[in-house]
């Protein structure tokens, strides 16, 4: 009982000397999708700013594939040293438990929560062609017309896809789901009335909207974005359970030393005060919003149980 004693302390002192002297070497903080999305993005504007506050550098690194699987995969499996982070994505983190049959990792049982750091609104918007100038509009069109719209997204199991069965769940609306290889090409067909509506973040369709080759509706946020200021919220226009964020946020593998994920986290509120890196990541579309560990782990574990059955209920699956 003495030895169990001993060994415990002696376990205990050198978790607590290596938490000390942490970092001492380079962090990576591996990101799900390729260069070029808005994951990405905020992976690369608040890396240079952790690095100075922590005094290593942090290497991002792109892990792409499975729908952010093989990157969830990898940093779960890791040493929980605080040396192998994770950008989580909520549609990944969240969602992927309910569409994918056998994941090789837990949302809970294998993560750290360290710190949300933004939100990304989505707005739904229309074809110019579409007869309808607001939300309610479009309820009531959609509902005179079972199954003559369609609407374009981002991907099959993506945030826009799952918002929408989502509205289609609250309003008992017949409209059917065109998915595209990314972004780019929904947008496009959307524009060419091929398709008549899709859900995108601000990025993806501000420019049509000023162009007036789009019209939007709503913004599925709790609040009107600063990028499309005349364009009303979800519950402004009557459908106050209609809002669809996607949180961007740090994780380490589970098991990693408290103090380091304090450390961490200190680092990551300190950089989303930086006034540079918190004006670079508003004008990117995302909103700021930092949580602690506490906050972000009760934030996940509602989430999960939230879209769960909107996946299930949908019978969304992607394998």
């Keep these: 009982m003495k ?11 050198f978790s607590i000397s290596a938490s000390a002297a942490y970092p001492d070497k380079p962090i990576t903080l591996v990101v799900p999708v390729p260069p070029g999305g808005i994951l990405d993005a905020v992976a690369r504007m608040i890396t240079p700013e952790m690095s100075k ?18 990157a969830a995969t990898a940093v779960a499996k890791s040493a929980p040293d605080g040396y192998t982070l994770l950008l989580g994505y909520s549609m990944f983190h969240v969602g992927n438990p309910s569409m994918y049959a056998n994941l090789a990792w837990d949302p809970i049982r294998d993560f750290a929560p360290v710190s949300m750091l ?4 989505h707005v739904l918007a229309v074809n110019p062609s579409v007869p309808v100038n607001s939300l309610q509009e479009l309820v009531s069109y959609a509902k ?16 826009p896809h799952i918002g929408v069965e989502l509205f289609k769940q609250q309003n008992q609306l017949n409209i059917t789901h065109v998915p595209y290889r990314g972004a780019g090409p929904a947008m496009l067909d959307v524009i060419a009335g091929n ?22 509706l709503a913004v599925a946020a709790k609040k009107r974005i600063p990028q499309m200021p005349d364009v009303p919220t979800s519950a402004e226009a009557g ?4 809002e669809l964020e996607a949180w961007i946020g740090i994780l380490a593998p589970a098991g990693t030393p408290p103090a380091i994920v304090a ?30 560990p506490t906050q972000f782990d009760a934030t996940i574990r509602k989430d999960i149980q939230y879209w769960s059955k909107v996946i299930k209920t ?6």
């Design 144 to 159: 005179a017309n079972p199954g003559k719209l369609n609407y374009a997204t981002s991907g099959n199991g993506s945030v």
């Design 195 to 216: 398709v008549q509506m899709t859900v995108a973040t601000p990025p993806s369709l501000m420019q049509f909207v000023q162009q007036g080759k789009m019209k939007a």
């Design 239 to 242: 459908f106050p359970g209609f």
């Design 314 to 319: 949908a019978n969304i699956t992607v394998d």
């Design 3 to 13: 030895m169990k004693k001993l060994l415990l302390l002696v376990l205990s002192a």
């Design 53 to 70: 506050i922590l005094g290593q550098p942090i290497v991002v690194e792109n892990k792409t594939g499975a729908g952010g699987n093989i």
């Design 118 to 121: 933004v939100v990304s609104p």
């Design 263 to 292: 450390t961490l986290n200190d680092a990551a509120r300190t950089t989303l005060n930086n006034p540079q890196v918190k004006a670079a990541l508003e004008k990117s579309g995302v909103e700021l919003r930092y949580m602690n």
